[in-house]
């Protein structure tokens, strides 16, 4: 028995913030911002429209990618940094609009990673009998973004993109996921303050430790290490080449990141999914928006080979191979 992906769908917010807008924000340029990250513009939720708005609308679309109803499912995960509330969990409030009576659902927090964590909680229910699991990466980073900061406040957006994951006895499915975390790394991206560490008050507010915080530098570093060596050693785990690869679809953050993992990995730019151009970082939501656009262009079909790479803030990386 193995755990496919039935159906993938993804939503985005209408509005556009272009690296113009930006420049009328902060001190950066189209310029810089383009060569440094390879990003143009990104979307922002409407006031109001929150995680699981989003979360609901890349859920829907997976169900009709599948041709399942809400009702089916046994399961909805929803990886997120940015949920609608502390508690309750956000999957609840996606359970409660999409009508899926007879679901068991919980939120995910493995920043960046929490797609492709998910999907490995959702692989290993779906081995131990669950059916139907919907795997769902929404976030609102608008809302835990400075938009005074620009090192930071230029590399994010929003979005969702969700997986109905489903049981299935063929060839097709997921053929491993791996997952790695160093926490001795916490404080190079951290949103410091708001949560039991540091409660919000008034200093919170004044010292805007509400916001993400990114040591950018350092990270970039240790993501393209990280990335090399996990999507080495989940080819190695399944006795697959680099050329066996149909479609590496990595978390899309920095283009210059991908770059480099490419050019370590002899992997042309035909074979990867890029679309950090057009969305920015959208943390947990970026790998399933990438693998729906992959999908609707038809760069991955029915028995393609596809490689996820992930990493963020835990610091955590993971990877997942898929026949798909
Ligand atoms: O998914 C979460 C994981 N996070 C990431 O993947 C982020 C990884 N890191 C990055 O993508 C890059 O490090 C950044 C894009 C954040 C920054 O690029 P960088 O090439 O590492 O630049 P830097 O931080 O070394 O900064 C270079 C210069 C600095 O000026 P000085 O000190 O050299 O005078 C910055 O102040 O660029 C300046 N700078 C900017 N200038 C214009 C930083 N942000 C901006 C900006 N516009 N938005």
Redesign the pocket.
């Known amino acids: 028995m193995k755990a496919c992906i039935a159906g993938i769908g993804s939503y985005v917010p209408a509005r556009v913030l272009t690296n113009a807008d ?1 420049e009328r924000m ?4 189209d310029e ?2 383009r060569e ?2 390879g990003i143009r513009e990104r979307r922002i939720a409407a006031t109001g429209e929150a995680c699981s708005d989003l979360a609901v609308q890349a859920g829907k679309r997976a169900l009709t990618a599948a041709g399942l109803a809400a009702t089916d499912l046994d399961m909805i995960l929803v990886a997120t940094c940015t949920g609608d509330y502390p508690l309750p969990a956000t999957a609840c409030l996606v359970q409660y609009q999409l009508g899926a009576t007879k679901a068991a659902a919980c939120d995910l927090s493995a ?2 990673c929490g797609f492709v964590y998910a999907l490995s909680v959702a692989d290993a229910y779906i081995k131990t009998g669950m059916r139907h699991v919907l795997v769902i990466g929404s976030e609102v980073m608008s809302a835990i973004t400075d938009w005074t900061d ?6 994010f957006g929003d979005g969702a993109g969700a997986a109905v994951v489903s049981a299935s006895d063929g060839e097709r499915g997921i053929l491993s996921t791996h997952l790695r975390s160093d926490g001795t790394l916490c404080e190079l ?1 951290m949103v410091p303050g708001g949560g039991s560490h540091t409660p919000p008050s008034e200093k919170v507010i004044d010292e805007r430790l509400q916001y993400i915080k ?1 040591k ?2 350092e ?2 570093k240790v ?1 393209v290490r990280s990335l090399e060596e996990i999507a080495r050693s989940t080819l190695a785990a399944n006795h697959l080449r680099v050329e066996d690869i149909d479609l590496y679809v990595p ?1 899309q ?2 283009i ?2 991908l770059k480099a993992v490419m050019e370590r990995l002899s992997l042309p730019i035909e074979k990867v999914m890029l679309n950090v151009d057009r969305y920015g ?1 959208t ?1 947990a939501a970026s790998i399933p928006i990438a693998l729906d656009e992959a999908v609707r262009e038809g760069r991955i079909k029915d028995g393609s080979l596809v490689l996820l790479g992930a ?3 835990g610091l955590t990386w993971a990877s997942a191979v898929i026949r798909w």
């Open positions: 930006l902060v001190a950066t340029s810089w911002i440094r990250t920043a960046c620009r090192n930071t406040c230029v590399l991206i990114m950018g530098n990270t970039f993501a978390h953050a920095n210059r990141i970082n943390s990493f963020g803030a």
